[in-house]
């Protein structure tokens, strides 16, 4: 039972430098989320897609982008990483917004020197 | 502003001991409250579901109570074992939109 499943787990990316991190899951839910935790703070989302083909703007997405591949796959970008981006990502699916649990991915650590 | 706020920060307790998580939130529209549990280095599992008409739901030691009146949420824990050591985050849902609001978490740690 895969799950919600991230890749990478972990990265160091030099400032200025470009990534995107995968985030795929297998429960055929509409719903999928990209979050970022921070010490001393709570899950902040980033970016959300209620339904294959669309994406909304959370609470704190700037210096982001999302594509929502197709109803499986979910992936966010940094463009251009800052040290402020330095953070754990969470990946996260529910059959649809709200209500209905959302299941989250392992995370992926990321570290901008 | 929506808010979900816990207590306490963290908290260490004797195997086989009791416990209570305190959460407060301000969100509104209330539309569910949820407790996750995440240990290090892993991503959050849900561990109850309350909606506004739930005052209490257990899943095995885990007991959740909910007071939508003074928008106050419990999670108790019995007998506490070794492997409930872990952060617990309360999630409130609604707030227009069915947005997700987090609490920073209570850090448990159970010793011996």
């Known amino acids: 039972n895969a799950g919600v499943t991230q890749t990478p787990k972990f990265q160091v990316l030099k400032t200025g430098q470009s990534m995107t991190l995968q985030c795929a899951q297998d429960m055929n839910h509409n719903s999928m989320y990209w979050y970022r935790q921070d010490p001393g703070m709570g899950l902040r989302l980033i970016y959300y897609s209620a339904s294959e083909g669309t994406t909304d703007k959370g609470e704190v997405p700037n210096g982001y982008n999302v594509s929502r591949l197709n109803k499986r796959e979910f992936s966010l970008r940094l463009e251009s990483a800052a040290p402020s981006q330095t953070s754990v990502y969470f990946c996260?699916?529910?059959?649809?917004?709200?209500?209905?649990?959302?299941?989250f991915g392992q995370g992926t650590r990321l570290t901008v020197v | 502003k929506n808010q979900v706020e816990q207590s306490p920060q963290s908290l260490i307790i004797l195997e086989g001991k009791n416990c209570t998580l305190q959460?407060?939130?301000?969100?509104?529209?209330?539309?569910?409250l949820r407790w996750y549990k995440q240990d290090t280095g892993r991503g959050p599992v849900s561990l109850t579901i309350m909606t506004f008409s739930e005052n209490t739901k257990s899943n095995g030691r885990y007991t959740a109570t909910l007071d939508a009146d003074t928008k106050q949420s419990s999670l108790h824990i019995t007998a506490s074992q070794l492997s409930d050591s872990a952060s617990y985050i309360c999630?409130?849902?609604?707030?227009?939109?069915?947005?997700?609001?987090f609490g920073t978490g209570t850090q448990l740690k159970v010793e011996l």
């Open positions: 959460c407060n939130y301000t969100v509104s529209p209330f539309s569910n």
């Open positions: 999630v409130v849902i609604g707030g227009g939109g069915n947005k997700l609001t």
């Open positions: 996260a699916s529910s059959p649809n917004r709200g209500y209905t649990e959302a299941f």
